[in-house]
């Protein structure tokens, strides 16, 4: 029995060692909590986590089970498992609890899976942690009614995967305190024109279209960005704009507002925007790439109708292949679907403190 003991502790003591030498990188996030890379994921301290939400924990080193409790609500679990048990329930985790440099630490995952259902913020607790430049979002779902949009092997059509993602992303866009304007939020049929005409009569800051891909090339599969190329005609664009559009510019600025001014002004608010859609973009494929098991295509340039006629940064997004026997499996998951809309939003949130903190430097 002595034996055994003295082998368990060496086996423990060896464990701990590795995790030591295994190289970790360490970068503290925005809220002050610490994230750990490795095996793949990213993974918080357990006991920072519970003091950051006012949840009490206890570790049993000799069962290696953690119990947090929080007024009405246990949760448990144990290191190099990925079980928890919530409220009595079973859950699972993608990867499991861990053991690093002394303390237990959970996949980042955790949190928006387990904590944040049971222990949801206050809009007061937002606002104050997540300070937002972007007040307003246009969400423009694909496809819809007569137009299903492409079509995977198994039947599932493009315009339903489109709008789920919409009204998940919307949700999570709508508790992180910002508004949103939905193109559609049933299976109906609107024009490319209806679409650019809510959004620019809304008001909002940005325009994310969703779409699901296709390619003859059935082992094409991943997830990309597009914004407004630089191969479209801009000069076209702001004549059109110039013409239909009113600047709402003080006349005392100017003795006379001319065609050519005004075409002036709306070729640099392009310009402008295109800029802002290829870091909307790139933030979002970032959060993409941290949150999704599947190949980041990137950011690319495309003169989609939406994107033209957008009178703000706009980007539209391809979150994955229907064609791809693998990708349609995964767009069927609605947990995937629910991974996807997370990252749309981690990524338009980012862009939003970027802006702010560049701004509160200036």
């Known amino acids: 029995m ?28 925005t809220g002050g909590l610490p994230v750990y890379s490795f095996n793949g994921t990213s993974y918080v301290p357990l006991d920072k986590l519970c003091q950051q939400s006012g949840i009490s924990w206890d570790y049993d080193t000799l069962t290696r089970t953690v119990t947090l409790t929080k007024g009405v609500h246990k949760i448990e679990l144990m290191t190099g498992e990925t079980l928890v048990l919530v409220d009595g329930s079973l859950q699972h985790l993608k990867h499991s609890v861990d053991f690093y440099q ?49 079509t995977g092997k198994s039947g599932i059509r493009e315009k339903y995967v489109n709008l789920d993602i919409a009204k998940r992303l919307e949700k999570l866009l709508r508790n992180a305190g910002i508004e949103v304007v939905l193109t559609r939020s049933s299976d109906k049929f609107i024009s490319l024109q209806q679409r650019v005409d809510i959004a620019n009569n809304s008001g909002a800051d940005i325009f994310i279209s969703v779409h699901s891909n296709a390619n003859r090339v059935r082992s094409l599969k991943g997830f990309e960005a597009y914004y407004i190329s630089f191969g479209t005609d801009d000069i076209g664009r702001a004549v059109s704009a110039a013409k239909h559009a009113d600047l709402n510019i003080e006349r005392s600025y100017f003795y006379r507002e001319t065609p050519e001014l005004k075409v002036t002004l709306w070729d640099l608010i392009y310009s402008g925007n295109r800029a802002e859609s290829v870091r909307i973009a790139e933030d979002i494929c970032r959060a993409a790439d941290r949150q999704l098991e599947t190949k980041i295509l990137g950011v690319k340039g495309a003169g989609y109708y939406v994107l033209k006629g957008c009178h703000m940064p706009a980007v539209l997004i391809e979150v994955g292949f229907l064609s791809n026997d693998k990708e349609e499996h995964l767009l069927k998951n609605t947990y995937y679907r629910q991974e996807i809309a997370e990252a749309i939003a981690q990524g338009i949130i980012n862009y939003s403190r970027e802006i702010t903190a560049a701004e509160a430097t200036n």
């Open 2 to 29: 002595q034996k055994s003991l003295k082998i368990f502790l060496y086996c423990h003591l060896l464990f701990v060692i590795c995790y030591f030498l295994s190289g970790c990188a360490s970068i503290p996030n």
């Open 102 to 150: 002394g303390e237990v630490v959970v996949p980042y995952k955790f949190k928006e899976q387990v904590l944040d259902p049971l222990f949801p913020v206050t809009a007061v607790e937002k606002a104050v942690v997540i300070p937002l430049k972007i007040k307003k979002v246009v969400i423009d779902s694909g496809h819809g009614g007569y137009d299903p949009g492409t």
